[in-house]
């Protein structure tokens, strides 16, 4: 496989994975385009490690196990930028 078209293909299920995980989590996400990509990547080769790991090479699991694991990357996102966002900032002048 040619390498351009292979990171071409990886962007686009990255894509994918990380719009339909954000999706599947209901509520306002702070993530852009290129999060969302990083964020189905990374879903894409957690799911597929442990697939291959736990039950071979079943394709559909590790699709199924990479949408859990960019829901579980959004909310993680989304619960580390809200508490940062809900900091109280005092003023020095007090």
Same mark, same amino acid.
């Given at each position: 496989?040619? %390498? =351009?078209?292979?990171?071409?293909? &990886? ?5 994918? =994975? ?11 996400? %702070?993530?852009?385009?290129? +999060? *969302?990509?990083?964020? @189905? ?15 071979? $090479?079943?394709?559909? =699991? ?5 949408? @859990?694991?960019? =829901? ?5 996102? /989304? *619960? &580390?930028?809200?508490? /940062?966002? $809900? /900091?109280?900032? +005092?003023? %020095?002048?007090?």
């Amino acid at each position: 496989m040619d %390498p =351009v078209a292979f990171v071409i293909g &990886v962007l686009l299920n990255g894509l994918v =994975v990380g719009a339909i995980g954000r999706l599947l989590l209901p509520g306002r996400d %702070p993530i852009g385009l290129p +999060l *969302t990509i990083l964020v @189905g990547v990374v879903a894409s080769m957690m799911g597929g490690a442990v697939a291959y790991l736990i039950f071979g $090479e079943a394709e559909w =699991v590790g699709l199924a196990l990479a949408f @859990g694991c960019a =829901v579980a990357l959004v909310y993680l996102i /989304r *619960t &580390v930028r809200g508490a /940062r966002d $809900e /900091r109280v900032v +005092l003023d %020095p002048g007090d």
